[in-house]
T-cell receptor
Framework: DAKTTQPNSMESNEEEPVHLPCNHSTISGTDYIHWYRQLPSQGPEYVIHGLTSNVNNRMASLAIAEDRKSSTLILHRATLRDAAVYYCILREVGYGQNFVFGPGTRLSVLP | GAVVSQHPSRVICKSGTSVKIECRSLDFQATTMFWYRQFPKQSLMLMATSNEGSKATYEQGVEKDKFLINHASLTLSTLTVTSAHPEDSSFYIC?????????????FGPGTRLTVL
């Protein structure tokens, strides 16, 4: 799996948008970009994934750079419940490999 | 979305005893399940890949005789920590893949916190 780099930590104020960056300069053409998050003492939770086009779902939006070497997870209005570690992971579709977790970004949301 | 459960959610045991952790896929059949370990303030580390009906594949540095994995059915994989010691205290997380899912997404269990006294 190609490597990703994320900031170790970020802070946001409640009800403000949050942009979580991820760099993946060695991404291959068949790598999907996945985002998971892990709340304290819980297993990882799926957030969103995409290949080339920007994606939106009820939890977040994923903005993918045109060259696909970076992406940004966007939480439109952070809540206290969004405080978690966010992981950006690359994986080929259908390749049958597991997810390789980096250290992720620890997001703190301030009231 | 698909649901993966783990049991127990928390276990405390004495050093030298064995502990079994169950991972179940509740609404799909999982041919492949993964076991991860997570120490405090660290990321998830893959321990082994569990394939239904065959032997598990262990990551480098993980003792297969200490961490016994059984994937006897398409909805259940078990991890047994044998002769547990305090250094085995960790958060153990399983995940399962739904082969019918075209994206091969993994669904994670809620984790099991093991404390060895």
């Amino acid at each position: 799996d190609a490597k990703t780099t994320q900031p170790n930590s970020m802070e946001s104020n409640e009800e403000e948008p949050v942009h979580l960056p991820c760099n993946h300069s060695t991404i291959s053409g068949t790598d999907y970009i996945h985002w998971y998050r892990q709340l304290p003492s819980q297993g990882p939770e799926y957030v969103i994934h995409g290949l080339t086009s920007n994606v939106n779902n009820r939890m977040a939006s994923l903005a993918i750079a045109e060259d696909r070497k970076s992406s940004t997870l966007i939480l439109h209005r952070a809540t206290l419940r969004d405080a978690a570690v966010y992981y950006c992971i690359l994986r080929e579709v259908g390749y049958g490999q597991n997810f390789v977790f980096g250290p992720g970004t620890r997001l703190s949301v301030l009231p | 979305g698909a649901v993966v459960s783990q049991h127990p959610s928390r276990v405390i045991c004495k050093s030298g005893t064995s502990v079994k952790i169950e991972c179940r896929s509740l609404d799909f059949q999982a041919t492949t399940m993964f076991w991860y370990r997570q120490f405090p303030k660290q990321s998830l580390m893959l321990m082994a890949t569990s394939n239904e009906g065959s032997k598990a594949t262990y990551e480098q540095g993980v003792e297969k005789d200490k961490f016994l994995i059984n994937h006897a059915s398409l909805t259940l994989s078990t991890l047994t920590v044998t002769s547990a010691h305090p250094e085995d205290s960790s958060f153990y997380i399983c995940s399962a893949r739904n082969p019918r899912d075209s994206y091969n997404e993994q669904f994670f269990g809620p984790g099991t916190r093991l404390t060895v006294l």
